[in-house]
């Protein structure tokens, strides 16, 4: 049988009468899902682009022929799922299927769903709507999920493991301990606690970058003060000498809008992971950038850095590369909030050699105050 395209969309062009009225091809062709359309002989009628590339055929192989043949659907016990569901001589009142994942010829995943079209109820069915779906999305959704809650897990049984021992023994050996151990081993378990707790707060904003919940806050934001802030503070707590650090600010920047909070926990990210996993000064640099449409922050140390074949996994949820990372979290999280300013972040070499982290925030009010 001769076939026609339609803005795109592939129909037969017999004497089977289009279920998709006119107009409706060019939307079912910017469709993200597959859309093949029979008639009440289970002769495909139409079919999107969306479709045959899910199912690798072109729309000429399914046009004109009976769908039964050219696409054997299969459950995934091996049943030809046209022979259960049959559509088309089945109880005359059933209206479609609800989704389900069905084998493709070649053996690939497909999430299948049906609409019958009958002219009246009880009337016999004048046209199949058949909703196709590529399952790798949801697979790989599923993969990283369980990933999720296996490292979650493993990330929360340490921790608690070492609570629940130190509490046993101090219940347990109470007298026998000094008081020295005894608070050592409090200490322990506070640490341990203070550890839980920010793993919880890092997974609750992991959850709203994944789910577009981040909300920020913006209004202008002094940077320059901010970080003299940050390292003011990592002076005061005794850690570190004030030669650790250096801070160079570039002249004339542009006025930023950021949700303040959002920004302190931007810098106090890198700059923990610069005297965690870096070594040597620590360098962090203002400037104008993009031609003085953002502001720019530098952030860099003198550390090992990171190799080259990392820079693409290293913003990518629980990436670590030696054991005494943390948790992996962390520059997920940056990258999360800088994109929600609609900033970008990159890693490159320090001339040190060190890790540099460079991130931009576009500089003027957003929309809403402008
Ligand atoms: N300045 C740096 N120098 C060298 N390696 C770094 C640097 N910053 C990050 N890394 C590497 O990138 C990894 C991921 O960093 P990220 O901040 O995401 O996690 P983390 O610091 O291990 O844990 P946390 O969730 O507590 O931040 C680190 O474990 C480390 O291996
Ligand atoms: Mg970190």
């Known amino acids: 049988m001769a076939s026609e395209r339609v803005n795109g969309t592939s129909r037969g062009s017999a004497d089977s009468s289009p279920a998709l009225p006119a107009g409706a091809h060019v939307l079912a062709d910017r469709l993200p899902d597959g859309l093949i359309v029979t008639d009440g002989h289970a002769v495909v009628t139409e079919v999107n682009a969306r479709a045959c590339s899910i199912v690798g055929m072109p729309a000429e192989d399914l046009l004109g022929k009976d769908i039964r043949e050219v696409l054997p659907l299969q459950d995934v016990d091996g049943r030809s799922w046209w022979e259960c569901s049959d559509p088309w001589h089945g109880i005359n009142i059933r209206s479609g299927h609800r989704e389900r994942l069905l084998l493709l010829p070649g053996g690939d995943e497909a999430l299948v769903s ?33 990933v999720l809650v296996a490292t979650v897990a493993h990330e929360l049984r340490s921790p608690l ?24 081993m409090i200490e322990a378990i506070e640490a341990d606690a203070d550890r839980v707790a920010r793993l919880i707060t890092e997974l609750l904003d992991v959850s709203r970058i994944d789910s577009g919940r981040l909300q920020v806050r913006s209004q202008p934001v002094d940077l320059p003060a901010k970080i003299r802030a940050h390292v003011e503070s990592l002076l005061t707590s005794g850690d570190y000498e004030q ?31 610069a005297l965690r996993h ?3 000064a620590v360098r962090l640099g203002v400037s104008a950038g993009d031609g003085g449409e953002a502001i720019e922050v530098t952030v860099s140390d003198d550390g090992p850095g990171i190799e080259e074949e990392h820079h693409s996994v290293i913003f990518t949820r629980f990436w670590h590369s030696r054991p005494q990372g943390g948790t992996g979290l962390g520059l997920y999280i940056v990258r999360g909030l800088v994109e929600a300013h609609g900033g970008q972040i990159s890693v490159g070499r320090a001339p040190s050699g060190g890790a540099e982290f460079r991130f931009t925030l576009p500089a003027g009010a957003p929309e809403q105050f402008a």
């Open 114 to 146: 049906a609409k019958y079209v009958r002219p009246g109820r009880g009337k016999p069915v004048t046209a199949v709507v058949v909703a196709l779906r590529d399952a790798h999305a949801r697979r790989r959704l599923e993969a990283n999920n369980s």
């Open 278 to 280: 870096g070594e040597g």
């Open 161 to 184: 493991t070492s609570v629940k021992g130190f509490s046993s023994t101090l219940r347990r050996r109470w007298d026998q301990l000094e008081d020295q151990q005894k608070l050592w």
């Open 243 to 273: 030669d650790r650090f250096q801070i160079e600010v570039e002249p004339d920047l542009p006025e930023v809008w950021a949700d303040p909070d959002r920004v302190d926990q931007i810098l106090a990210n890198l700059l923990e992971n």
